[in-house]
């Protein structure tokens, strides 16, 4: 069994009152953010697997990060957490 990882990125997603919606209202405090990737972190660490600061980041999901789809996460967390799975323990 490989170690827990899972998944924290810079994505913030905004809920919305039904009424909001339906004026075509958008918040305010919504912004966007350069990095779409999902990155790969311990609970409890300071850094994600590519080296990323966990306190640059502003989403942390319980998702663990093999169960997102390849085209949402981070291309160097992927490998390296696929060579961490590839190597005996």
């Keep these: 069994m490989g170690t ?33 990737n999902s990155h790969a972190v311990l609970l409890g660490a300071e850094l994600t697997r590519c080296g990323r600061p966990v306190n640059q980041l502003h989403r942390f999901d319980l998702v663990p990060f093999n169960k997102i789809g390849r085209h949402l996460r981070c291309p160097r967390c992927h490998q390296l957490v696929q060579r961490d799975e590839q190597q005996p323990v």
Excluded: N, Q
């Excluded at 899972?6 to 912004?31: D, H, K, N, Q, Y």
């Design 4 to 36: 827990d990882w899972r998944v924290a990125s810079e994505r913030i997603i905004m809920l919305m009152a039904p009424s909001i919606r339906r004026f075509g209202r958008r918040p305010t405090t919504a912004r966007r953010t350069p990095d779409r």
